[in-house]
């Protein structure tokens, strides 16, 4: 399917903070539109700062709206076009990231886009922090399809409603943690230390482009990694 440039300048955004490309979804399902993290814990719900900005920002929903409307339109197809929109861009495309807001992989259809976006661009880095982990499925088809691509970081998302088990869990099968909602934690459950990102600790506006550690840790040192991202 066709997607034109327009609505790739629509779906992805430079984010600054960040210093990359990035994509956005719904979140949750509201009266307006269908969101896309339905793979949330409860705290999500209770701390989801992005519940408060849709609220203070009307146009915010309209736009992800617009944005999952133009996700949906993205297949094997279309890649040619993403591709070519991609790559003509002044600022840095080495890596690009999935989602600032809502779920990359909310279903199965979410895993094979994203795998042939990564096999079209293999030059750019494809980082996707997620909690489909949390589905059974999804996990393993994230684990076949998506973990052994060169160019795809995937951080499985955490927060303090995850239980011991489930971190022990999904460190043995070989997953970055991203950890968010507790700044005190210096350890994981079974005791390695986390790596604080420079991002939101130290405030580097941009190191994400270039960081070698933390959340792109298995695709440039070849090592796993648990993030701790500091609260807002």
Same mark, same amino acid.
């Given at each position: 399917?066709?997607?034109?440039?327009?609505?790739?300048?629509?779906?992805?955004?430079?984010?600054?903070?960040?210093?990359?490309?990035?994509?956005?979804? /719904?979140?949750?399902?509201?009266?307006?539109?269908?969101?896309?993290?339905?793979?949330?814990?409860?705290?999500?719900?209770?701390?989801?700062?992005?519940?408060?900005?849709?609220?203070?920002?009307?146009?915010?929903?309209?736009?992800?709206?617009?944005?999952?409307?133009?996700?949906?339109?993205?297949?094997?197809?279309?890649?040619?076009?993403?591709?070519?929109?991609?790559?003509?861009?002044?600022?840095?495309?080495?890596? @690009?990231?999935?989602?600032?807001?809502?779920?990359?992989?909310?279903?199965?259809?979410?895993?094979?886009?994203?795998?042939?976006?990564?096999?079209?661009? /293999?030059?750019?880095?494809?980082?996707?922090?997620?909690?489909?982990?949390?589905?059974?499925?999804?996990?393993?088809?994230?684990?076949?399809?998506?973990?052994?691509? /060169?160019?795809?970081?995937?951080?499985?998302?955490?927060?303090?409603?995850?239980?011991?088990?489930?971190?022990?869990?999904?460190?043995?099968?070989?997953?970055?943690?991203?950890?968010?909602?507790?700044?005190?934690?210096?350890?994981? /459950?079974?005791?390695?230390?986390?790596?604080?990102?420079?991002?939101?600790?130290?405030?580097?506006?941009?190191?994400?482009?270039?960081?070698?550690?933390?959340?792109?840790?298995?695709?440039?040192?070849?090592?796993?990694?648990? @993030?701790?991202?500091?609260?807002?």
């Amino acid at each position: 399917m066709t997607v034109s440039n327009a609505e790739l300048n629509d779906l992805f955004r430079f984010c600054d903070d960040i210093g990359m490309f990035a994509s956005d979804r /719904p979140i949750n399902d509201t009266d307006n539109h269908k969101g896309t993290c339905v793979h949330r814990t409860d705290y999500c719900d209770t701390t989801c700062y992005n519940v408060k900005l849709y609220r203070m920002y009307k146009n915010m929903a309209k736009r992800d709206d617009r944005c999952e409307t133009i996700w949906q339109k993205l297949d094997v197809h279309s890649m040619t076009n993403v591709k070519a929109w991609l790559y003509k861009k002044r600022k840095q495309t080495k890596r @690009v990231r999935h989602m600032t807001r809502g779920e990359a992989i909310k279903d199965i259809q979410d895993v094979y886009r994203i795998k042939s976006m990564c096999e079209a661009m /293999p030059d750019t880095l494809w980082w996707i922090p997620t909690r489909a982990w949390r589905n059974v499925l999804l996990r393993s088809l994230i684990e076949i399809e998506l973990m052994t691509l /060169p160019n795809c970081a995937i951080n499985a998302s955490f927060d303090p409603s995850n239980t011991d088990a489930e971190w022990h869990d999904m460190m043995d099968a070989g997953w970055n943690i991203m950890f968010y909602g507790d700044d005190s934690r210096t350890v994981a /459950p079974n005791g390695e230390r986390m790596f604080k990102c420079p991002k939101t600790w130290k405030k580097m506006s941009g190191h994400c482009a270039d960081c070698k550690a933390g959340c792109f840790s298995q695709k440039t040192i070849n090592r796993t990694t648990v @993030v701790h991202l500091s609260e807002h």
